[in-house]
């Protein structure tokens, strides 16, 4: 089993729906982040957690939100899916504070919204 | 702001060259910065980690480099091989912050 699984790793939905993305780890890391990345553009931060009482924005957050259910678990929200959210969307956890600060990185959960 | 600039975009090699792809920052106060492999439409598969006090890694054909001075990594492929194609990205982890910036990668063919 991969050490941070991300579902669903597919998701066709329409514009102003609720969409769930969610992610599990069990490398044991409290540092968690998502990563939206669209073509050309590399990745671009959207929230990243440090713990489970400490979330922070990141560049792109609008129109995003999180929770961090506990030290395994952080879930991404789109409250109203639009288009210009279609993406393939990272989940990764970060040893930093118990190694040496590798980023681990799930296979990706690829939103399409119509 | 940290700005990571990969170059070049795209790059096409025949067999069994050795390559260079460059990943340069702006911001020296750097934790880390690691070298990532992806294929299409597949997840992140690290490659190296430099650590801040170091100057390089080696792994296989593979080797980084890091000039924090500069801004400057370089990833050497040795022998390139057709499996290689990917796209390469660098991500730099800042001292203070802990937040992952990433170029916006290379993509590599290497033709048999």
């Known amino acids: 089993d991969a050490d941070v699984t991300q579902t669903p790793r597919n998701r066709i939905t329409k514009t102003g729906k609720r969409i769930m993305l969610e992610c599990s780890q069990t490398k044991g890391h409290d540092r968690m982040y998502w990563y939206r990345q669209d073509p050309g553009l590399g990745l671009r931060l959207i929230y990243y957690?440090?713990?489970?009482?400490?979330?922070n924005k990141g560049e792109i957050s609008d129109g995003y939100s999180v929770s961090r259910q506990a030290q395994a678990k952080f879930s991404l929200s789109l409250e109203s899916a639009i288009p210009n959210q279609t993406a393939l969307y990272f989940c990764?956890?970060?040893?930093?504070?118990?190694?040496?600060?590798?980023?681990?990185f799930g296979e990706g959960s690829r939103l399409t919204v119509l | 702001k940290q700005e990571v600039t990969q170059i070049p975009a795209a790059l096409s090699v025949p067999e069994g060259e050795n390559l260079v792809l460059n990943c340069s920052f702006t911001?020296?106060?750097?934790?880390?910065l690691q070298w990532f492999r992806q294929d299409p439409g597949k997840g992140l598969t690290s490659l190296l980690l430099?650590?801040?006090?170091?100057r390089e890694q080696t792994s296989g054909r593979l080797n980084a480099s890091l000039d924090k001075s500069s801004g400057r990594s370089t990833l050497y492929i040795a022998a390139s091989q057709p499996g290689d194609s990917a796209t390469y990205l660098c991500a730099v982890d800042l001292y203070n912050f802990n937040k992952f910036y990433f170029g916006s990668g290379t993509k590599l063919n290497v033709k048999p």
């Open positions: 957690s440090f713990d489970v009482k400490d979330i």
């Open positions: 990764a956890t970060s040893d930093r504070g118990q190694g040496v600060g590798e980023l681990f």
């Open positions: 911001d020296s106060a750097i934790y880390n």
């Open positions: 430099i650590q801040s006090s170091q």
